[in-house]
């Protein structure tokens, strides 16, 4: 009898342990899915910041806040400009639109 409740024991907490781990690799793959979203819209927004489109319209199309798209579109420029620094590149032209980011 004893042994048959040890053994209802280990059972249940086998499956225990597998629910929480195909629990957690289910967050996993929406954590997962929703970054790769999130990375779409930033390299549509920088791409569309290029072109010349204005931010409010920019964040529009990439249906996320401006104030978000502006601080992906900040990050952007300093990650470039601190690349272009380290290569000794800090005098061309940057091609991104200040005013659009700020403005």
């Given at each position: 009898m004893c042994q048959?409740?040890?053994?209802?024991?280990?059972?249940?907490?086998e499956e225990g342990m597998q629910r929480g781990i195909e629990k957690g690799m289910q967050q996993g793959i929406e954590q997962g899915m929703q970054q790769g979203?999130?990375?779409g819209a930033?390299?549509?927004?920088?791409?569309?910041?290029?072109?010349?489109?204005?931010?409010?319209?920019?964040?529009?199309?990439?249906?996320?806040?401006?104030?978000e798209v502006r601080q992906w579109l900040l990050r952007a420029k300093k990650a470039e400009l601190i690349k272009k620094d380290r290569w000794g590149e800090k005098n061309r032209k940057n091609r991104y639109s200040y005013k659009n980011l700020h403005g």
């Open positions: 048959a409740i040890e053994e209802m024991k280990r059972d249940s907490m979203i999130e990375q930033r390299k549509t927004a920088l791409n569309l910041l290029q072109i010349g489109m204005p931010m409010e319209q920019i964040a529009h199309m990439v249906g996320y806040s401006s104030g």
